[in-house]
């Protein structure tokens, strides 16, 4: 049976929950996901709606869990030990995502400094660029041999990068400011802080949206753009998706704050997403000058 950390002497014992029906539910749930978007891609009629069921059971999963775990740490029912676990968790995370995000720009690097380079003659014998493609014209931006995607430009790193540029770093200040206001415990100026992070953080992701339409329309900047777009919006999308999660969370703790929930010196949920937000923001100027800029 669960006890609080302060009761019959368990603050030295790590808590195991009962029984929880949320790992099964999300195993389902990423199986439903699985196999509508597989039909999805074999064009299948009812792919599209399999798919999004199983989307939507795994956002009931999300919310149920967290939940379950929320209402247990506002129960006390949580202690050093298992606080250690959660930031154990939370920086392996992290580390995960820093290497997803490294085999993208290992990909990025490598073509730009090896592949198209050999493609265009360099550093191979003329027999060997003969074979690969006699026409190939190394330049950056490419679209590829044979100008597969067709011509584009690109979109100007003084835009709307910069700009988001600007957005991102605001609210990395926002989310440290409330972080403060949290261990002084000051609620009012970490619920406008943390409000002001939220925002910052869904504008972001509004000027990509713009960004992207713009880069379709105009621009004919596409996936189907050669290395340099496939390159550019695997990079940007992925982050996009990443700022888009990090704003929902920061979301959920700034509901939790107005509740009253946190206190100075128990308060990881918020440092977690914090970490977080602050690893979008180091991605992303690392994105800015690789991808825009250089």
Known sequence: MAHSHTDHGTADKYYVPHGSPWPVFGSIALFVLMIGAAMWLNQSDIGSYVMFSGLALLVIMFIGWFSTVINESEGHLYNAAVDRSFRMGMMWFIFSEVMFFAAFFGALYYGRAFSIPWLGGEGVKVSTHLELWSHFETAWPTNGPGNVGGKFETIPWHGVPLINTLILLTSGVTVTIAH??????????????????????????????????????????????????????????????????????LTVILFRCIRGHFTPTHHFAFEGVAWYWHFVDVVWLGLFIFVYVI
């Open 180 to 249: 403060h206001m949290l261990k002084a415990g000051d609620r009012f100026w970490l619920n406008i802080s943390l409000a002001a992070t939220c925002l910052l953080g869904f504008f972001f992701v509004f000027m990509q949206a713009e960004e992207y339409i713009e880069a379709y329309q105009h621009l004919n900047l596409t996936l189907g753009s050669g290395f340099y777009g496939s390159s550019f919006f695997m990079l940007t999308g992925f982050h996009g998706f990443h700022v888009t999660l990090g704003a929902i969370m």
